[in-house]
């Protein structure tokens, strides 16, 4: 049986089953909620719940309070118009449970305050290292293989002279590279070998060889030189099209029609044969001189800004004696490797003549499949190192360079080049200080001046005496 008073003091009486309903007070018409014999004892005689308040110490509160106004108050006196002192008392130090220094460790380095993490509040506590004894550390420690096959790693060895290039050349990584290239190239001509109609059909692949081709040499000027990779890219590096294909092959085809452009366009003059032959054999020389920087422009550069002439020549001259090397490379290499497509092409065509047993001239020999397949694998090494020989070019001098768009360069001179750019509140130089003080004079001088009126003084009255 559950029973208690509303609060106009109804007695109810409910069965056990009627705990957590509701009840309507038939005096005073009011809803009561039944309560659960857990809650009976928390219900008062005036059917008011009890909360569990503790006996207030009106003295303990009164001291507190005291405190509180004394440590919080707006003012530094007291009542009595003496000055609080906040500083703890002896007794204060004892309650909060810190020891005494004693007098014999007066002068001993004392521990610094205690540090806390300031997320979780932990204390953090020191920590003990225990250091090695004698006999552990006479062990040996364990070894640790090194690393074998060093591709494109830290621990390398740095390239710093062009004449380690050539028996790097034949690290097995390189190799690898190498010979992908030239079944690629043995790969083109079989394509070249196909029946008319099927060649119409295969240009397009060819086309695409060819350009996936120019893109590797370009490639290889880049992960030398800017990249810092002392070893030949993969084959078509991170097969992103526009970061490893495309834009590569348009950085050399770029530099082609620089270098060559102007020669070519001018056989489309409307002038005698001799004149236009004269201007593409002189222009084609200046051409082949300026095609080095112009090849290391247009690939590392970023930008065809840097194609224009004073910069180019500044890449001519920072180089200094090795673009005579760069100059002779690009002939050599670039000639011995069309020379040896081409004769790689002719053998494959007269292979089937000689398959035959027709007689051959002794020229003819010149273009045998054991001579030029040899020279083409020749021609392939020698243009990978001329263009691993720019990018290390690159890496020496491109700081030097008179290239834009490549460092922060502040407005105030050379002396804020490599400075972060400022950000804030412009600063105002004293000719702009200058300049806003006489605008602020020349508007205050165009604004008309209010005069202020007379003030009357009035003599004071006499004074009568009493």
Request: hydrophobic fraction near 45%; aromatic fraction near 10%; charge should be negative.
């Given at each position: 049986?559950?029973?208690?008073?509303?609060?106009?003091?109804?007695?109810?009486?409910?069965?056990?089953?009627?705990?957590?309903?509701?009840?309507?007070?038939?005096?005073?018409?009011?809803?009561?909620?039944?309560?659960?014999?857990?809650?009976?004892?928390?219900?008062?005689?005036?059917?008011?719940?009890?909360?569990?308040?503790?006996?207030?110490?009106?003295?303990?509160e009164g001291r507190r309070l005291a405190e509180l106004e004394r440590a919080f108050a707006r003012t530094r006196v007291d009542e009595y118009g003496a000055e609080i002192d906040l500083r703890p008392?002896?007794?204060?130090?004892?309650?909060?449970?810190?020891?005494?220094?004693?007098?014999?460790?007066?002068?001993?380095?004392?521990?610094?305050?205690?540090?806390?993490?300031?997320?979780?509040?932990?204390?953090?506590?020191?920590?003990?290292?225990?250091?090695?004894?004698?006999?552990?550390?006479?062990?040996?420690?364990?070894?640790?293989?090194?690393?074998?096959?060093?591709?494109?790693?830290?621990?390398?060895?740095?390239?710093?002279?062009?004449?380690?290039?050539?028996?790097?050349?034949?690290?097995?990584?390189?190799?690898?590279?190498?010979?992908?290239?030239?079944?690629?190239?043995?790969?083109?001509?079989?394509?070249?070998?196909?029946?008319?109609?099927?060649?119409?059909?295969?240009?397009?692949?060819?086309?695409?060889?060819?350009?996936?081709?120019?893109?590797?040499?370009?490639?290889?000027?880049?992960?030398?030189?800017?990249?810092?990779?002392?070893?030949?890219?993969?084959?078509?590096?991170?097969?992103?099209?526009?970061?490893?294909?495309?834009?590569?092959?348009?950085?050399?085809?770029?530099?082609?029609?620089?270098?060559?452009?102007?020669?070519?366009?001018?056989?489309?003059?409307?002038?005698?044969?001799?004149?236009?032959?004269?201007?593409?054999?002189?222009?084609?020389?200046?051409?082949?001189?300026?095609?080095?920087?112009?090849?290391?422009?247009?690939?590392?550069?970023?930008?065809?800004?840097?194609?224009?002439?004073?910069?180019?020549?500044?890449?001519?001259?920072?180089?200094?004696?090795?673009?005579?090397?760069?100059?002779?490379?690009?002939?050599?290499?670039?000639?011995?490797?069309?020379?040896?497509?081409?004769?790689?092409?002719?053998?494959?065509?007269?292979?089937?003549?000689?398959?035959?047993?027709?007689?051959?001239?002794?020229?003819?020999?010149?273009?045998?499949?054991?001579?030029?397949?040899?020279?083409?694998?020749?021609?392939?090494?020698?243009?990978?190192?001329?263009?691993?020989?720019?990018?290390?070019?690159?890496?020496?001098?491109?700081?030097?360079?008179?290239?834009?768009?490549?460092?922060?360069?502040?407005?105030?001179?050379?002396?804020?080049?490599?400075?972060?750019?400022?950000?804030?509140?412009?600063?105002?130089?004293?000719?702009?200080?200058?300049?806003?003080?006489?605008?602020?004079?020349?508007?205050?001088?165009?604004?008309?001046?209010?005069?202020?009126?007379?003030?009357?003084?009035?003599?004071?009255?006499?004074?009568?005496?009493?």
């Amino acid at each position: 049986m559950i029973r208690f008073h509303c609060t106009c003091k109804h007695l109810f009486e409910t069965d056990d089953n009627m705990a957590g309903g509701l009840v309507q007070c038939p005096k005073c018409g009011r809803l009561n909620d039944i309560p659960t014999l857990s809650d009976l004892q928390f219900i008062a005689e005036d059917g008011t719940y009890k909360v569990g308040i503790d006996v207030i110490d009106e003295e303990a509160e009164g001291r507190r309070l005291a405190e509180l106004e004394r440590a919080f108050a707006r003012t530094r006196v007291d009542e009595y118009g003496a000055e609080i002192d906040l500083r703890p008392t002896m007794e204060d130090i004892r309650n909060a449970g810190s020891d005494e220094i004693p007098l014999e460790l007066k002068d001993e380095i004392r521990p610094g305050a205690p540090k806390y993490d300031p997320v979780t509040g932990e204390l953090i506590r020191s920590m003990d290292i225990r250091t090695p004894t004698a006999a552990e550390a006479a062990v040996p420690a364990m070894p640790v293989a090194t690393r074998t096959l060093k591709y494109a790693s830290a621990d390398a060895d740095v390239i710093t002279s062009g004449f380690q290039i050539f028996p790097r050349m034949f690290a097995l990584t390189n190799l690898f590279v190498m010979l992908v290239i030239f079944f690629v190239h043995v790969f083109l001509q079989v394509l070249s070998l196909a029946p008319t109609l099927l060649a119409v059909v295969m240009l397009p692949v060819i086309g695409v060889i060819v350009l996936l081709l120019i893109a590797h040499y370009a490639n290889t000027i880049d992960e030398t030189g800017p990249e810092a990779r002392d070893e030949l890219p993969r084959p078509l590096r991170n097969v992103n099209w526009y970061d490893d294909m495309w834009a590569p092959f348009i950085n050399v085809m770029l530099a082609f029609f620089v270098a060559y452009g102007p020669g070519l366009c001018c056989m489309l003059l409307d002038v005698p044969l001799q004149i236009r032959l004269s201007l593409l054999v002189t222009l084609s020389i200046v051409g082949t001189l300026a095609f080095p920087a112009i090849l290391l422009t247009s690939t590392t550069s970023g930008t065809v800004l840097n194609l224009r002439p004073d910069r180019v020549w500044g890449v001519v001259t920072q180089c200094g004696v090795a673009y005579l090397f760069m100059l002779a490379g690009w002939i050599l290499a670039f000639g011995v490797y069309m020379l040896s497509i081409v004769g790689a092409e002719i053998a494959l065509l007269t292979l089937p003549r000689r398959i035959g047993g027709a007689p051959m001239a002794w020229y003819e020999m010149l273009f045998h499949w054991a001579l030029q397949y040899p020279l083409l694998l020749v021609g392939i090494y020698a243009m990978h190192a001329y263009a691993w020989y720019l990018g290390l070019q690159y890496r020496k001098h491109h700081a030097d360079f008179p290239w834009v768009l490549q460092r922060y360069t502040g407005r105030r001179g050379a002396g804020a080049a490599m400075a972060a750019p400022r950000q804030g509140f412009a600063v105002m130089t004293k000719v702009d200080e200058a300049a806003r003080t006489r605008q602020q004079k020349g508007a205050m001088s165009a604004v008309p001046r209010v005069q202020p009126k007379a003030v009357q003084v009035l003599p004071e009255p006499p004074q009568t005496g009493k």
